[in-house]
């Protein structure tokens, strides 16, 4: 008796979302996606001159899209399959008939969904925190709140699914994935030029620069970029999760763990 | 008329693994028969790795390895027949008892009820039933071995592998568990367990697989291998407060080969007839005033026989 793919994926992802919530490292990255809205608030009430959009924007390009959602996406996705083999219970799930790549995909699942949740709520508290501050304009518009949803929950799908396969293939991806996060998210998708197509946050930015609210062209350093349309950045997005996903299956399909008694 | 043997549930040829420059298993061809065999050896012999290969952890560095008729690595249908219990004492603590067998069995395909069915069975044959419901972190030493055991069985596998699964078992648990697996076998199901300690075999099987070093030493009979024990001087150290004299008699007495003084003052006795020593020692340590103070078998495990086997010094 064997069970299939999509059966066996979703029995590892109820179960696994379950155990999710009673895990330190779910939290730990929940906080970081909470960490935005709190420092708006705190800055909204610190500072009379500051405006709703800006502070919105502002904290939304460069603390929720730049830090918190590739550090909590980090964080979760590096656990998806290395967090079973640290704790030495990947054996029961390799060892039962169900094909391998359901493991992949039965733990990655609640990870994104988890992260998105958090990415939802965070975003929500975070234009709530902005709209309490005192400077004079527009207001927070649906231009600036709902492409910054879209995109922190398109961040923190890619960005995990990505982690989740690096945590496959390479042995300390922690510290793999920390160095991409900083050299190439941070470091690369801040230079001028057309480089910043090579990173995610390039893309992630693009959903909201180029296709949400005016109040997205005035963030500094970035007014003269040429964004991606809405659809390409998508697509790009989606191929990564795609490949990444197909590759982080694939490997665990054909990997070894040599687990210490 | 001539009888077929029946077909092996494990073949093994030329198989090896390596970890590195260390050698896990090396040319280990064996092939082990239906019904219950114990593999032997004594601690870093390989069993674990060969369980693991056998279990389809591990992948062979070389050689094959064929579990219920098929290469068990990635693969379902050998699964599916197989029940391992691992060595390492991991687990889902947030889980219940409950809840880790039965989430294992909605894996091995089982409909929800008949998975909570059959998760209640496993959980009662290990003796377990009334901590169902109590989260697995909680769970002493013993406790987690038994759950471990439940899934490796629950799903009523053709072919049940288990690492060490006695130790940390007290002795009731322990009792039970060979009662397990003898149920099991009556059951007809095959059982392979490993383990470093030769009376536990003995409470099972006659039928052993010995490795040593990587290597396949012998298959075979238990009795052969106490008798090469039972050949074998033991070893017993004892620590008195006045080791010289209580040397001085114990050198007299019948069946001793060698006495000595090892680091720390420690007594080593190497003797025959364990019996004797063991009967005669209270009287020989009170009459010499010795004042003992700690008595250990140095032959608990394997090693010394196996040395012993490839004719190595102890």
């Known amino acids: 008796m064997t069970t299939g793919f999509w059966r066996a994926s979703l029995l590892i992802a109820t179960t696994q979302l379950g155990l999710l919530a009673r895990s330190r490292r779910a939290w730990a990255a929940a906080c970081l996606l909470l960490l935005p809205a709190i420092i708006a608030w705190l800055v909204a009430a610190a500072n009379a001159k500051v405006t709703?959009?800006?502070?919105?924007?502002?904290?939304?390009?460069?603390?929720?899209?730049?830090v918190s959602v590739p550090l909590a996406s980090l964080l979760l996705g590096v656990a998806v399959v290395a967090e079973e083999v640290e704790d030495r219970t990947i054996t029961y799930l390799l060892l039962r008939p169900i094909p391998r790549a359901a493991l992949f995909v039965g733990r990655l699942a609640p990870a994104v969904l988890w992260l998105c949740a958090c990415s939802a709520v965070g975003t929500a508290l975070l234009v709530a925190a902005a709209a309490t501050a005192r400077g004079s304009d527009a207001g927070v518009s649906d231009g600036v709140r709902l492409p910054l949803l879209l995109a922190a929950c398109a961040g923190v799908a890619t960005?995990?699914?990505?982690?989740?396969?690096?945590g496959v293939w390479v042995k300390h991806a922690m510290i793999v994935g920390l160095a991409y996060s900083f050299t190439i998210e941070g470091f690369l998708s801040n230079l001028p030029g057309r480089n910043q197509l090579?990173?995610?946050?390039?893309?992630?930015?693009?959903?909201v620069a180029g296709t949400g609210d005016d109040a997205w062209q005035r963030i500094d350093g970035f007014?003269?970029?040429?964004?991606?349309?809405?659809?390409?950045?998508?697509?790009?997005l989606a191929l990564v999760v795609a490949c990444a996903s197909a590759a982080g299956a694939w490997r665990l399909a054909r990997r070894q763990f040599e687990l210490p008694a | 008329m001539t009888h077929a043997s029946p077909a092996p549930v494990v073949r093994a040829k030329d198989l090896a693994r390596f970890y590195g420059d260390v050698v896990g298993v090396c040319d280990l061809t064996v092939d082990i028969p239906p019904g219950t065999v114990g593999l032997l050896g004594p601690n870093g012999a390989g069993?674990?790795?060969f369980l693991k290969l056998l279990a389809g952890e591990l992948k062979p560095s070389r050689g094959s390895i064929e579990v219920l008729g098929a290469p068990p690595f990635a693969n379902p249908a050998v699964h599916s027949r197989l029940g391992f219990c691992p060595q390492q004492d991991a687990l889902w603590d947030d889980m219940t008892a409950l809840e880790f067998v039965e989430f294992l069995l909605r894996l091995s395909g089982f409909e929800p009820a008949r998975a909570r069915k059959a998760a209640l069975v496993a959980l009662e044959r290990v003796q377990l039933v009334d901590a169902k419901d109590r989260r697995l972190g909680g769970f002493s030493k013993g406790m987690r071995q038994r759950a471990r055991i439940a899934q490796s069985i629950a799903h009523e596998p053709q072919l049940v592998v288990l690492d060490e699964p006695l130790t940390g078992l007290d002795p009731l648990a322990r009792h039970a568990t060979l009662e397990l697996f003898r149920q099991l076998a009556a059951e007809g199901a095959s059982v392979l367990f490993s383990t470093h300690v030769l009376h536990e075999v003995e409470a099972l099987t006659t039928n052993v697989v010995l490795l040593h070093r990587g290597r396949l030493l012998a298959r075979g009979e238990v009795p052969a291998i106490r008798a090469l024990l039972d050949r074998h001087p033991r070893r017993y150290s004892i620590q008195a407060r006045e080791p010289r004299r209580l040397a001085r008699e114990l050198v007299e007495l019948e069946g001793v080969e060698a006495v000595r003084i090892a680091e720390g003052g420690m007594l080593v006795v190497e003797t025959r007839q364990p019996e004797r020593l063991l009967e005669a020692l209270p009287a020989i340590a009170s009459a010499a005033r010795a004042g003992i103070g700690a008595f250990e078998s140095r032959d608990e495990g394997l090693e010394a026989v196996f040395d012993y086997l490839m004719g190595g010094s102890t």
């Open chain 1, 52 to 66: 709703p959009s800006g502070l919105s924007t502002m904290l939304g390009w460069y603390a929720l899209l730049g």
């Open chain 1, 198 to 207: 090579l990173t995610i946050q390039y893309h992630l930015r693009s959903l």
């Open chain 1, 159 to 166: 960005y995990t699914t990505l982690h989740a396969a690096l």
């Open chain 2, 47 to 49: 069993k674990s790795t």
């Open chain 1, 223 to 236: 007014g003269a970029t040429e964004w991606n349309p809405l659809f390409d950045s998508g697509l790009v």
